[in-house]
């Protein structure tokens, strides 16, 4: 015989007569148009999830904490606020300290919380951050973080270097540089992994033009990396945070902690190709590089 499910308004907590916002998942629950009660139940987004003997397709702390996740997502747990206590977990979802523990370890695994002892866990982002992970070995697979990756150019300029650009690019004062703001995007997900400056010298070789049209600077930007006239690549990674217009294109809030990445390309005469300067913001970018002894 086929159940008809009341309205979930029609429901009543046994024990304490609320209605289905009541969430002790010990407490009892029944509905007038029925003789039965049923135990160890509770409320997620207005869906009753049952205790029964089937086997779940997740284990428990992972069902948790999607719960918790959602209600994060959905604004339930607003950012800056604390979310219930590991025993509160416990008693509200009738679950071991170990799966409370469990679940909200898995949000502070995933940036949507931080917790620290005696103080509870606040929510402290209402999104999962990316994570993007990179690997190198070689130059040529440093070159490929670029193919992984969408750049969006935002702006591109003509300048004339100072005295300090000049120094910083090594060329003459009074020289001419490209300098691109840029955008990096996850390609699967086209979200900001990092805001990105690209300095340039104007020499032979270098596709001016193209690089100055936003719409074919990313292509001839590639096209001028070639592996094959590149003879290394310096990198440098420090501490910074982010500006007020860096904050505002990445989606993110100003004077927020960034990684600093920044990577001067050299050609066969050691010359400056282009220096590139990347703000990841912090914990979204993690770096891993191979270092292979030479046997002789």
């Known amino acids: 015989m086929d159940i008809q499910w009341p309205e979930l308004d029609a429901i009543r907590c046994a024990r304490c007569?609320?209605?289905?916002?009541?969430?002790?998942?010990?407490?009892?629950w029944s509905a007038p148009v029925w003789s039965m009660t049923w135990t160890h139940a509770y409320f997620s987004r207005n869906k009753l999830s049952m205790d029964t003997k089937t086997r779940r397709s997740k284990p428990r702390y992972i069902e948790l904490g999607d719960l918790?996740?959602?209600?994060?997502?959905?604004?339930?747990?607003?950012?800056?606020?604390?979310?219930?206590?590991?025993?509160?977990?416990c008693e509200s979802f009738n679950v071991s300290r170990h799966t409370a523990r469990s679940a909200l370890s898995r949000l502070s695994t995933a940036g949507l919380v931080h917790r620290r002892p005696g103080a509870g866990t606040r929510v402290i982002a209402r999104h999962e951050a990316i994570r993007y992970a990179h690997e190198i070995d070689s130059v040529d697979s440093l070159?490929?973080?670029?193919?992984?990756?969408?750049?969006?150019?935002i702006k591109?300029?003509?300048?004339t270097a100072s005295a300090e650009m000049a120094e910083e690019l090594e060329i003459a004062a009074g020289k001419g540089y490209l300098h691109l703001t840029c955008l990096r995007t996850d390609e699967r997900h086209s979200k900001p992994i990092a805001f990105t400056d690209i300095l340039a010298p104007v020499r032979r070789g270098l596709p001016t033009a193209r690089m100055l049209d936003s719409t074919k600077a990313s292509r001839a930007l590639a096209?001028?990396?070639?592996?094959?006239?590149l003879t290394g690549v310096e990198?440098?990674?420090?501490?910074a945070v982010f500006s007020?217009?860096?904050?505002?294109?990445?989606g993110i809030t100003p004077n927020d902690a960034a990684m600093r990445v920044r990577r001067c390309f050299r050609d066969t005469e050691n010359r400056i190709?282009?220096?590139?300067?990347?703000?990841?913001?912090a914990g979204a970018f993690s770096y891993s590089m191979t270092l292979s002894r030479q046997r002789r």
Do not use: W
């Open 156 to 159: 591109s300029e003509r300048k």
């Open 273 to 281: 190709l282009i220096l590139v300067t990347s703000l990841h913001p």
């Open 235 to 239: 990198q440098r990674f420090d501490a």
């Open 223 to 229: 096209n001028y990396l070639d592996p094959a006239r």
């Open 244 to 250: 007020k217009l860096q904050a505002k294109v990445m």
């Open 17 to 28: 007569r609320r209605s289905s916002d009541c969430m002790v998942s010990i407490h009892s």
């Open 143 to 153: 070159t490929q973080y670029g193919n992984t990756t969408r750049l969006q150019i």
């Open 68 to 89: 918790l996740r959602s209600r994060i997502e959905s604004g339930q747990y607003p950012v800056d606020t604390q979310l219930p206590t590991e025993l509160e977990l």
